[in-house]
């Protein structure tokens, strides 16, 4: 029996107050309008940034549907639609692209002027919600809301990906894997022989690493507090791993000494103001690029000296690893299929949709890379 048209009832995770643990909960979702799309979720990952939103770390309205990372099928379509039709496997899309605006059609740009990442909002493009849980409307959660075993997005935030993908494995290059691997490859432009460093390894420093590992890097230094972390490290290419604990000096000039007086690129992968601070500084000071990939406290300032800069080091940030989302999802997925790169090393756990409260527990413990979720 068909259920396009209809509204659906199924069982969402909602986050009804900060710093609470999700509720599974009955929700009805609305049907598709004009220029959206109903997707059936097969897969979600857990991101940092969604338990940013549980802490308070990155402010959303609230009672919301999290998620972003993740795969599906397209059950049903609204008036409109031409880009994916129901049946296809899909992406959808946190960072949208409407192939319209100023930054759409600009080569370098990829947050589209209709995103809600720089302007939370918890509607589609229509100012609307399609979530209602006892009877309230529920907010969407930038442009995707994937905690859900249905959701409906705007067509400019969803893409058609290879029918014969693994949609477990693939959601990660809906957010985690994409993120870090862009960051390396397309917003750094790591190059050939260069030396690396990656502050914080968990499924996106990860990611930040196989990238540069693929730029041809001849050193790729992994830090972080956790030393669990570091064999996973390894294994997908970095050469050698630091804990600043283990030292009295600030990481920055361990770091300095290793490389014979800094590095060429650093990536910041934590969200952290003083490793954001840590990662610049221990960057060459003539030709060093740092990258901050972490999404930072909300409205928290860093000061710093203009001189750091001025001798010639670059400092840049890039939200899905500086990729148009639905120009390069659908060719990542290829690349995977046609195994480039491999995703498994990131998945550490895989649970049912109901035990969400456990896969945020196993985030915060730091015991998981990453947990997908399925339903």
């Not at 209602?132 to 995707?144: A, D, L, S, V, W």
């Not at 290419?237 to 000096?249: L, M, R």
């Amino acid at each position: 029996m068909s259920t396009a048209g209809k509204v659906i009832k199924c069982k969402a995770a909602v986050l009804w107050e900060l710093k609470k643990p999700f509720s599974i909960e009955e929700v009805e979702v609305a049907p598709p309008k004009a220029h959206e799309v109903r997707i059936k979720m097969v897969a979600t990952g857990i991101c940092r940034s969604d338990d940013h939103v549980v802490t308070g770390n990155l402010v959303w309205p609230l009672p919301v549907i999290l998620g972003h990372e993740a795969a599906g099928i397209v059950e049903s379509i609204g008036e409109g639609v031409t880009t994916v039709k129901p049946g296809d496997k899909v992406i959808p899309l946190f960072n949208p692209q409407c192939g319209k605006c100023k930054v759409c059609k600009h080569p370098e740009g990829n947050i589209c002027v209709k995103s809600s990442i720089k302007n939370p909002r918890g509607t589609l493009e229509d100012g609307t919600s399609r979530f209602t849980c006892r009877g309230k409307p529920i907010n969407h959660f930038i442009h995707t809301s994937t905690f859900s075993q249905y959701t409906v997005v705007d067509e400019m935030s969803v893409v058609k990906i290879d029918a014969a993908s693994p949609l477990e494995k693939v959601c990660l290059i809906g957010c985690g894997f994409t993120t870090g691997y862009g960051s390396a490859v397309k917003i750094a432009k790591v190059t050939q022989g260069s030396t690396c460093a990656v502050f914080g390894l968990g499924g996106v420093g990860l990611s930040v690493i196989m990238g540069c590992k693929a730029a041809g890097a001849a050193r790729i230094i992994g830090v972080d507090i956790n030393k669990d972390k570091f064999a996973k490290a390894k294994e997908v290419g970095a050469t050698e791993c630091i804990n600043p604990q283990d030292y009295n000096q600030p990481i920055q000039e361990v770091l300095k000494e290793m490389s014979g007086g800094g590095v060429d690129f650093s990536f910041e992968v934590i969200g952290r103001l003083d490793t954001m601070l840590s990662a610049l500084l221990c960057c060459q000071d003539a030709y060093g690029i740092s990258v901050i990939v972490g999404v930072p406290p909300d409205a928290q300032s860093i000061s710093v000296n203009p001189m750091l800069l001025l001798c010639g080091r670059t400092w840049k940030g890039g939200v899905f690893g500086g990729f148009k989302s639905k120009d390069s999802v659908p060719k990542l997925v290829a690349d995977f299929m046609a195994k480039k790169y491999s995703l498994d090393p990131l998945i550490t756990n895989v649970l049912p949709f109901e035990k969400i409260n456990e896969g945020f527990e196993l985030l915060r413990s730091g015991k998981s890379i990453r947990t997908i979720l399925t339903f």
